[in-house]
Structure formats: C-alpha cells, structure tokens
C-alpha cells in the first residue's frame, strides 16, 4: 500500500503565499505523475499542478505564474508552493500519485482558505 499525507493548509489572506506538501510512504514503485488536485464544495475536482511521466511540469490555467510545484524525489515528496492567493483558490487540496502500472492514490486532503 501506499500512504499519501499532506501539510501545509491553513487560513491566510488574499495575496498570502502558503506551501504544500505531500509525502507518500508504503510500497513506491514507479511514479507515472505525482501532483496537486483541489475541490471547493459543489464542484468538480480539478488539477492544480502535476509533473506528468516525463517530468514535466502541468498546470491550470487559473494557477499559472502564482503557483509553482516541486519534489524532492530523494523522499517521495511533492510541494506545491502557492503566491498571491486569491480567495477562489480556497479549496480541499488533494495530493495525488499514480504508479505503474495504473495505481491511482489520494491523500486525504488539506484544506486552504483565503480571505479577502
């Protein structure tokens, strides 16, 4: 099994940078893509930042030039470092990492709230 915990949310206003961080445990294998998804109650989950199996960088097009996602590959960890938060980027923000061959894991989410 594979265990996924992030860190990192919390409450800041408008403007505020705040960083996020998953760390996955358990049975890595290969890593197909490792990233950030977000949920805001009513809607949709929706990718925020990814590396994809060629290690490139994904973003959504909302999240560009504010957010920048990281990793620390030495200890399975993925960061998303998020500047000028605006208060439609409040959220559940999931870790998510899928391993060859087509295992798909979440963590259980951190929750990011931004006032205005």
């Known amino acids: 099994q594979v265990q996924l915990v992030e860190s990192g949310g919390g409450l800041v206003q408008a403007g505020e940078s705040l960083r996020l961080s998953c760390a996955a445990s358990?049975?890595?294998?290969?890593?197909?893509?490792m990233g950030w998804y977000r949920q805001a109650p009513g809607k949709q989950r929706e990718l925020v930042a990814t590396f994809t199996s060629a290690g490139s960088e994904k973003y959504a097009d909302s999240v560009k030039g504010r957010f920048t996602i990281s990793r620390d590959n030495p200890k399975n960890t993925v960061y998303l470092q998020m500047n000028s938060l605006k208060p439609e980027d409040t959220a559940v923000y999931y870790c998510n990492v899928i391993l060859y061959p087509f295992r798909n894991y979440w963590g259980k989410g951190t929750l990011v709230t931004i006032s205005s």
């Open positions: 358990g049975s890595i294998s290969s890593i197909a893509a």
